[in-house]
């Protein structure tokens, strides 16, 4: 085997290494990455959150008791923030983590407005820093991303993971029923419906044109469901339709409502 670089190499900065420990360089250094490409904002800040087991996924010639060590002393010395409150269930202990950037050098802040638009850059070659964050001291902004083979394929599975759960929860709640987001078709039908070009928005409005149309019909709220909703040609049917606005002096018609294409084929692309 040869153990020369060949594959995406681990980079640290040394001054990183020696300011915080060489162990403890390496953990900011793929924090702050997964921090670049996180979708998980809360009270205006980016997080990540992990069990130790899967850290050590990330970091296989560290032991889970040393990563543990790791991340409890880069909270005690201020450098991380970490806590469970995200969590949907109380008995949910993951941590959330995020770095305080002040620590490392910044003058401003790495957060986030109301808008839930990242200041965050990414771009294929280069992670930049928000415009507004100067840096003293250590250059973290240039901090090159670690442990990975495929940055491009990693960034865009967390983007579809995350917005698996937020269209599934968004039928869920709208509907009333209980899918699992990280159920293996489902997750199918939605990543194929993202990368035909549909935005998030998109699968929104079809649930609450379906909702709104279903809901009270006996006959029609079964298919108040992933597999007929994001079908390849019922979807793009759904998004086309405009719901007739009725004036006030005009009688309302009901439509007659007609079945949706059923698709009894294993896969859906």
């Given at each position: 085997m040869n153990l020369l670089i060949n594959e995406p190499p681990l980079q640290v900065l040394p001054s990183l290494a020696v300011k915080v420990g060489l162990n403890e360089a390496i953990i900011l250094q793929q924090l702050h990455y997964r921090l670049l490409i996180s979708t998980n904002?809360?009270?205006?800040?980016?997080?990540?959150?992990?069990?130790?087991?899967?850290?050590?996924?990330?970091?296989?010639?560290?032991?889970?008791?040393?990563?543990?060590?790791?991340?409890?002393?880069?909270?005690?010395?201020?450098?991380?923030?970490?806590?469970?409150?995200?969590?949907?269930?109380r008995a949910d202990k993951t941590k959330w983590y995020r770095i305080d950037y002040s620590k490392l050098g910044y003058e401003g802040s790495c957060q986030f407005g109301i808008s839930n638009t990242p200041n965050w850059q990414v771009d294929n070659d280069k992670l930049s820093c928000p415009d507004d964050a100067n840096l003293s001291g250590l250059d973290t902004a240039n901090l090159a991303p670690a442990i990975t083979k495929d940055i491009k394929s990693n960034k865009n599975n967390n983007v579809e993971l995350s917005l698996n759960v937020e269209i599934i929860n968004y039928l869920n709640q709208k509907a009333n029923k209980h899918f699992k987001p990280n159920s293996t078709a489902t997750?199918?039908?939605?990543?194929?419906?993202?990368?035909?070009?549909?935005?998030?928005?998109?699968?929104?409005?079809?649930?609450?044109?379906?909702?709104?149309?279903?809901?009270?019909?006996?006959?029609?709220?079964?298919?108040?469901?992933?597999?007929?909703?994001?079908?390849?040609?019922?979807?793009?049917?759904?998004?086309?339709?405009?719901?007739?606005?009725?004036?006030?002096?005009?009688?309302?018609?009901?439509?007659?409502?007609?079945?949706?294409?059923?698709?009894?084929?294993?896969?859906?692309?």
């Open positions: 904002i809360h009270d205006g800040h980016k997080w990540v959150f992990n069990t130790y087991q899967q850290w050590h996924k990330e970091f296989p010639f560290l032991s889970e008791r040393t990563i543990q060590r790791v991340f409890r002393d880069l909270e005690s010395d201020g450098y991380i923030y970490s806590t469970d409150k995200y969590n949907k269930f997750k199918k039908l939605i990543n194929a419906r993202l990368r035909d070009g549909y935005t998030e928005e998109q699968f929104k409005q079809v649930i609450d044109l379906k909702v709104k149309q279903w809901s009270n019909n006996p006959d029609m709220q079964n298919y108040l469901r992933p597999s007929t909703l994001f079908n390849a040609t019922n979807f793009e049917n759904y998004c086309n339709e405009v719901p007739v606005k009725q004036s006030s002096n005009t009688p309302v018609q009901t439509a007659k409502l007609q079945r949706p294409q059923l698709n009894f084929g294993v896969d859906d692309e």
